[in-house]
C-alpha cells in the first residue's frame, strides 16, 4: 500500500477534522489532502516521476507535511533534510540524493542559492513564500500548486519501492541515505498502534516539538492515518514552557522528544500548574537518559513514558520500554530493568551477535542486531556499506549490549565513535577531518563527554605541531565555517601525545574513559 493513503483515507472519512494547527494557522484533512494533491500534481507537470527523488529542506510548518505527502502520492521518495546543517551539508546530500527538486522554506533561499553550483543535477528550487524572487530563478510554492483543486490518484507502488531517505552521517564523515519503503513506514506505523500507544483512536492530537524531517516526521504518520490533529509550535527552537501550554490548551495525546528536551520541560517553572492529563504517550529517544532524569520524569509524567531505541535503518523502532515498564517503586528487577532499551517490538526480532555474526546467549555481551519489516532496504548509491550493515539478513546496528533471560535489551556502548548530543548523532570523523586542516594541528581526536543537559557534549583532543599554536576559539570557527553549527566542539584540550596503540591508532576508548569513569550513564 501506498503510505500517502494514510492521508487519502483520513481527507475521506473525516474531511472537517483539524489535520494541522500552526500559530495561528488551522488546515483541515480535506485541505491538507487538497493541496498534497496539488503540489503532486504540480511536480508532475514539471517532469517528475515516480521513482525520482525530492529533497525538503524547512523548519517545522505544514508545508513540510504536504510536501513529504505529495511526494508519496507521487510515488517519489521524499529526502527531509535536517534543518540544522551547514549549507555545505546539506548540497552534499541534494547532490548525492540525485533529487529532480529542493523544495524549501524562505529561511533558506538565500543560503542555497548562493552555492547553486554544488548540486547542478537539481532542475528545480521550490520555495515557500518565493514572491518577487524569480529574478533566482526560483518556483513559487503556491504557483506551484495552483489555483484548481487537482484530482489525484496516489501512485501504485510496490511494498519496496523507496517513500524516504533518511541521511545518517557515517563514521567516514560522508551522510548515506538509509532507503525507507512503504512497507518500512508502513510496519512502523502498525506497530505504533500495537505497542507505542495502544488505545490509539480517532480524537489523538500529536505535538510536533521535535523536527519533522526526523521522529517527529515518522509519528506524523500514524497520527495521519487515525485523523489526528498535528499541532506544530511557531517557534522555531524548542520552548519548554510554550510546549507546555500548547500540551495544555491542545490536548495533546502525544509527541516524540529527545531526552534533553524532557530535562527542559521538567526544568519549566512552575511546571506544576499545566494540565497534562490528557497525554498517552511521552515517547522519548534517540540519545542517553540519564538515570536520575528518568526518576524524576516518571514521577512528573506519570503514565505516558514510552522509551524508544532504534535507527534511522530501522525507524521508529527496534525495541521499547512501555508505560507499564516504567516502575518508579517496582522490585528490584523492575528497578534494575529501567536501565534496559526494553523489549523487542512485537513483529521484530533482537539478537546479540559475535565478531563472527554467531548468535550469543542471554547475558554475553555482543553487537545488537535485528530483523523485521522496519529495516531499511539499504543505502542509496553505497553498496558497500549496504552489504556490510544487512550482512547474514541482519541489520547490524553497531552498538553493544546484551539480552537478559526475559529479553530485556540492554545497550552498553556504542561500537562505533558516534556521539549523541541532545538527540542528534555526531560522528567525530567529519569534526576530526575539519580541525586537521589546521596547519598548527598535528593529531586530533574528538569523544563526547558527560553533560547534564545534552547527554553527551563534544570535545576536541589536539596534539600541535611543534613550536605551532592555535587558540580555541579559532578551531571552533573553523568547524562552524564547515559543518552544523552543534557539531563544533564545546571545548578544545591540548595535550603533548594521543594514546595510540601498536599499530598508531589513537585509543578514543581510554579518552573517554577519563570521563565518564566516574559518571552512571545509560546509552
Not at 512552575?270 to 516518571?298: I, Q
Not at 546484551?402 to 562505533?416: E, T, V
Not at 611543534?466 to 578544545?492: F, H, N
Request: with cysteine; proline share 6%; hydrophobic share 40%.
Amino acid at each position: 500500500m501506498n503510505i500517502a493513503k494514510l492521508l487519502t483515507r483520513s481527507a475521506a472519512s473525516s474531511p472537517a477534522r483539524p489535520a494541522i494547527i500552526h500559530g495561528q494557522r488551522q488546515i483541515d484533512y480535506d485541505t491538507f489532502d487538497a493541496r498534497a494533491n496539488r503540489l503532486a500534481a504540480g511536480l508532475r507537470r514539471l517532469g517528475i516521476r515516480a521513482g525520482d527523488n525530492v529533497s525538503v529542506l524547512m523548519y517545522n510548518r505544514p508545508e513540510m507535511l504536504e510536501a513529504m505527502f505529495a511526494c508519496f502520492k507521487l510515488g517519489c521518495a521524499a529526502v527531509p533534510l535536517n534543518f540544522r546543517l551547514h549549507p555545505n551539508e546539506v548540497a552534499y546530500i541534494v547532490d548525492n540524493s540525485e533529487s529532480r527538486a529542493l523544495i524549501m522554506s524562505p529561511e533558506f533561499v538565500e543560503p542555497m542559492t548562493a552555492i547553486r553550483e554544488r548540486f547542478p543535477g537539481t532542475q528545480h528550487l521550490i520555495a515557500v513564500e518565493a514572491c518577487g524572487q524569480a529574478a533566482t530563478g526560483l518556483l513559487d510554492y503556491e504557483q506551484l500548486l495552483g489555483a484548481e483543486r487537482d484530482t489525484f490518484d496516489d501512485a501504485d507502488v510496490a511494498p519496496d519501492d523507496v517513500a524516504w531517505i533518511f541521511y545518517t552521517s557515517g563514521t567516514t564523515g560522508a551522510p548515506k541515505g538509509a532507503m525507507l519503503t512503504h512497507r518500512n513506514l508502513l510496519a512502523m506505523t502498525m506497530n505504533y498502534y500495537a505497542d507505542i500507544c495502544p488505545g490509539f483512536g480517532f480524537d489523538e492530537v500529536v505535538l510536533h516539538a521535535a523536527p519533522l524531517s526526523h521522529g517527529s516526521g515518522c509519528y506524523a504518520l500514524p497520527n495521519i492515518g487515525k485523523a489526528a490533529a498535528n499541532v506544530i509550535p511557531a517557534a522555531v527552537s524548542f520552548d519548554a514552557g510554550a510546549v507546555l501550554q500548547a500540551i495544555e490548551s491542545h490536548r495533546v495525546t502525544n509527541m516524540f522528544v529527545a531526552p534533553t528536551m524532557v530535562r527542559m520541560l521538567m526544568d519549566t517553572p512552575n511546571f506544576e500548574r499545566y494540565d497534562l492529563s490528557s497525554m498517552k504517550a511521552l515517547c522519548y529517544g534517540g540519545a542517553p537518559m540519564m538515570v536520575e532524569d528518568m526518576a524524576e520524569a516518571m514521577a512528573k509524567f506519570s503514565g505516558c513514558l514510552v522509551q524508544l531505541y532504534g535507527q534511522a535503518e530501522a525507524p521508529m523502532t527496534i525495541s521499547y520500554l512501555p508505560h507499564q515498564g516504567h516502575v518508579p517503586d517496582g522490585s528490584p528487577e523492575q528497578i534494575r530493568r529501567l536501565a534496559s532499551a526494553g523489549i523487542a517490538r512485537t513483529d521484530c526480532e533482537v539478537v546479540i551477535l559475535d565478531e563472527a555474526d554467531r548468535e550469543l546467549s542471554p547475558g554475553e555481551m555482543g553487537e545488537i542486531a535485528t530483523r523485521s519489516d522496519l529495516v531499511m532496504k539499504g543505502y542509496w548509491k553505497n553498496p558497500e556499506a549496504t552489504t556490510e550493515t544487512l550482512r547474514g539478513g541482519w541489520l547490524h546496528t553497531g552498538d553493544m549490549g546484551y539480552l537478559d533471560d526475559l529479553g530485556y535489551l540492554f545497550i552498553m556502548d556504542r561500537s562505533k565513535d558516534m556521539i549523541i548530543s541532545g538527540g542528534e548523532n555526531i560522528y567525530p570523523r567529519e569534526i576530526e577531518e575539519v580541525i586537521i586542516q589546521h596547519a598548527a594541528v598535528r593529531e586530533v581526536a574528538v569523544v563526547g563527554i558527560p553533560d547534564p543537559v545534552w547527554g553527551e557534549a563534544v570535545i576536541a583532543i589536539v596534539s600541535l605541531v611543534p613550536g605551532r599554536t592555535v587558540e580555541e576559539a579559532e578551531l571552533v570557527d573553523l568547524c562552524r565555517s564547515q559543518i552544523a553549527s552543534y557539531k563544533k566542539p564545546r571545548r578544545v584540550e591540548y595535550v603533548d601525545e594521543l594514546p595510540v596503540n601498536n599499530y598508531g591508532k589513537i585509543l578514543k576508548r581510554e579518552l573517554r574513559d577519563r570521563y565518564w569513569k566516574d559518571t552512571e550513564r545509560k546509552v
